[in-house]
């Protein structure tokens, strides 16, 4: 099976020049359309139940990124959404190829559901605020700001409340569709019991090429979500092994078809 279907293309100058343009149309929409929901999405701190605050959250970052993606030209399909089961609480784990993986996949998740994420982005005045509450942070230069995140999230998902993990660790930058897969996620998923959702996201590096700095074009995105994965008697390699091979098969699967 064919393992390195990525490659850099080249831009025409014309190409070039819209992209900076169009990223800075998208910058300048993204800090409007934040501002615009940010008051109405820190309601969520008024729930007492955390489940339903979350909920609602979620649904204001879903109208947010519907928002935006149209203003920049980057409509999103969802497909396997029905793989949720209503009375199940997963660890959702995605691909992550570009900077616009982030926003596109949690508002996404059709419940209430929380990112392991970088402290530091926590730090900036107001986006910080908004950034926290979708978010377990993490510092992953601090053994004990590990130590802890994992046990946020072990409390998130007692909670009902979806976790999502890049297994990848970082942004893909090598010719593999997928780098190899960090611990993390699969060790939650066995020690909590939770089932692994994996989920496929395409068109995010046509849109925003990992490569070029301040470059964004118009795109059909996709997220795919797959059948859920039990940990039940795997080890975290053995159910690491298996997710990585799923998410391969489909990402290879899908970088093959043209997104409708």
């Not at 831009?11 to 819209?18: D, G, H, V, W």
């Not at 900076?20 to 910058?27: D, N, Q, S, T």
């Not at 609480?89 to 508002?107: G, R």
Request: hydrophobic share 45%.
């Amino acid at each position: 099976m064919n393992t390195t279907l990525k490659s850099k293309r080249t831009y025409s100058f014309f190409e070039n020049i819209f992209a900076r343009f169009w990223a800075a149309w998208g910058l300048v929409w993204f800090i409007v359309t934040f501002l615009i929901i940010f008051l109405p999405s820190m309601l969520s701190y008024a729930f007492k139940d955390e489940r339903k605050g979350q909920d609602y959250f979620i649904f204001v970052s879903r109208i947010w990124m519907r928002l935006w993606l149209t203003l920049i030209a980057c409509p999103a399909k969802i497909l396997g959404r029905n793989n949720f089961a209503k009375d199940k609480t997963y660890i959702v784990v995605f691909n992550h190829n570009a900077l616009l993986d982030p926003p596109l996949s949690a508002p996404f998740i059709p419940a209430g559901n929380k990112t392991i994420a970088k402290s530091s982005l926590a730090k900036v005045p107001i986006f910080g605020l908004f950034y926290k509450r979708g978010a377990v942070l993490v510092d992953r230069s601090d053994d004990k700001s590990r130590f802890k995140s994992y046990d946020q999230m072990r409390a998130t998902l007692r909670k009902h409340i979806h976790m999502c993990i890049y297994p990848e660790g970082t942004r893909n930058r090598t010719e593999a569709p997928l780098k190899n897969f960090y611990d993390g996620a699969f060790k939650l998923a066995v020690d909590s019991g939770n089932e692994i959702m994996p989920c496929i996201i395409s068109g995010t590096t046509t849109a925003m090429p990992i490569h070029k700095k301040f470059f964004l074009l118009p795109a059909k995105l996709k997220m795919e979500f797959m059948e859920p994965v039990s940990p039940a008697g795997l080890d975290v390699q053995q159910l690491k092994q298996k997710v990585y091979d799923l998410m391969l098969q489909k990402f290879l699967e899908s970088s093959t078809k043209k997104i409708n």
